[in-house]
């Protein structure tokens, strides 16, 4: 973890920075939107292996304004030279007043700032993070939530299961989450009874291996929660068009599901 690539850019810490003044009143989930323009600096405080490829790097943001479960924040790493690095990240925590956020990311092969975060950051590393990003993909916890990922597209679903469980809400929450493995499956010792694991390429014994189909659908569109589902996809192009064809031809409205892709 805290080798260092002999490729990797050298990018050094931010300079100082001056917190806005308006925080949001501890406790509550919703933010200012002016905080998403400020950049602050986060301070890696503890880097946690889930799987061989992704790692959960916990950031102290002292200034922190709060999100919601299923938001993104805007990463910069800054090289000597001043080159920099920008990147979208999904939160994974749930929104608390720890002054600290979560973060889990794929080592992309070759892959610039995800490289850096895998063979050269340690804790006491800064970097700048601006955010939180995007409403629409966001649960506030008011309706009925079905989840749908595959690979690191499960990070901003977590923060939904995480947000459920944390604020105990009786809303009905389903995840399901595709992997190419068990060893492969970020997050996979805080899964609970809501959550249906979907493996592609290999499997503990008696369960069964391929994509993701609408058979694995079926029983949780069959729970027709009040209300209706609110369904949450994320994961790459091809897994987002494909999981969310399989919703369309099940008969979920097309108004009602949400897609967020990392391709
Ligand atoms: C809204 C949003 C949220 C995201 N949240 C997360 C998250 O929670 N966790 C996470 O790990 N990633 C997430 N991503 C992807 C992330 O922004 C970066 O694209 C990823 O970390 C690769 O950046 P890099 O600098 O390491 O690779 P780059 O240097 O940008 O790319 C290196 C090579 O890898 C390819 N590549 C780039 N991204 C990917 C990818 N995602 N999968 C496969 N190949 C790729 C490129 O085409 C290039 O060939 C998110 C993306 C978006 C748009």
Known sequence: ????????????????????????????????????????????????????????????????????????????????????????????SAPDDSGHIELTLDHVAGGEVSGWFHTVAEPGDEVEVR????????????????????GSGVVPLMSMVRHHRARGLAVPLRLLVSARGPEELIYAREYGTETTPVFTRSAPAGVPVGRLTAAHLAPLLAE????????????????????????????????????????
Not at 132 to 147: E, N, V
Not at 226 to 248: D, I, K, Q
């Open 224 to 263: 027709r929660p009040t209300g209706g589902w609110e369904a949450y996809v994320c994961g790459s192009n091809g897994f987002a068009e494909h999981a969310s064809r399989l919703l369309v031809e099940a008969g979920q409205p097309v108004d009602r599901i949400r897609i967020e892709r990392f391709g």
């Open 131 to 150: 955010g939180p990003l995007s409403g629409f993909f966001a649960w506030p916890g008011d309706r009925p939530a079905l989840l749908i990922g595959a």
């Open 1 to 92: 973890m805290t080798e260092t690539s002999t490729s990797q850019t050298a990018f050094a810490p931010p300079t100082a920075f001056t917190p806005p003044t308006r925080f949001a009143v501890p406790g509550r989930i919703a933010v200012s939107s002016g905080t998403a323009t400020v950049w602050q600096t986060a301070t890696l405080t503890e880097i946690r292996r889930e799987t061989p490829h992704a790692a959960t790097f916990r950031l102290a943001v002292p200034a922190w304004a709060g999100h919601l479960p299923g938001q993104h924040l805007m990463l910069r790493l800054t090289a000597q030279d001043g080159y920099t690095a920008q990147r979208h990240y999904s939160i994974a």
